[in-house]
């Protein structure tokens, strides 16, 4: 479904990405682990069209989308929920909600989509004319990724999504993100919580200093002395 090949990336005259290669299989949950600054939310943000691709190609569904504009990306079904939710905090759950089904002009599709979401998350359906930024950051986890699922996405893209949320809601973000995927929907997760992510994943990338040092299935992943050294200890 998705193939970077040999993908390099720069903030400015630093490199972030060296030469990497990732590939993710449709219905698949794909992670990638490493510290801070590794590269990983570089990883996501280059497939998504926010940063500039120097060199190597990213590969969806057989197209190149290399340096696509972001909005054209999310045409093509790529749905991106980056790190520190980037929700829009002066706007309500509802407002933030229709935000995500900007292309959709069929109102009867965009109330289906938004009880859709409520099934996910059903406390968004009582905070529906509640400011985003007067919610926890549990909920405001929730509507990114409610804002997210409303474009019907094939790939869903998650930057640290269980950061700085209580162990209960990262269980309950974990168990969607699993449900989200039995129900047909690839996932590209970016997680700081290597174990958590690696139980989920069918497949792991460890990305150390924008390079990929390792990848496997997750099970095997866990039992990896050097990840476990580095990431689970």
């Known amino acids: 479904m998705l193939q970077l090949k040999k993908v390099e990336s720069f903030y400015g005259g630093i490199q972030a990405l060296k030469s990497i290669d990732v590939a993710v299989e449709k219905g698949e949950i794909v992670t990638l682990i490493g510290s801070n600054g590794a590269g990983k939310s570089t990883t996501l943000k280059s497939i998504s069209g926010l940063v500039k691709v120097k060199t190597g190609n990213i590969v969806y ?56 979401v409520f099934q996910y998350f059903p406390k968004l359906k009582s905070r529906l004319d509640q400011k985003g930024g007067t919610m926890s950051g549990g909920e405001q986890q929730m509507l990114a ?4 699922l409303m474009m019907k996405p094939d790939l869903l893209m998650l930057d640290e999504p269980s950061m700085g949320l209580a162990p209960i809601i990262v269980e309950q973000i974990f168990d969607i993100i699993k449900e989200l995927n039995q129900e ?33 299935y997750g099970h095997d992943l866990i039992k990896n002395e050097e990840v476990r050294e580095a990431y689970l200890a």
């Open 145 to 148: 990724i409610g804002r997210a």
């Open 184 to 216: 047909g929907i690839t996932i590209l997760l970016v997680e700081q919580n290597a174990y958590q992510a690696l139980q989920i994943a069918d497949r792991g990338y460890v990305i150390q200093t924008g390079e990929i040092r390792l990848h496997g």
């Open 61 to 116: 569904n057989g197209r190149e989308i290399s340096n696509k504009p972001a909005h054209e990306v999310t045409l093509l079904g790529i749905a991106h929920v980056p790190e520190g939710r980037r929700i829009f905090p002066k706007l309500t759950v509802k407002e933030n909600l229709l935000i995500g089904a900007f292309s959709v002009k069929n109102k009867h599709v965009v109330q289906e989509r938004i009880e859709k």
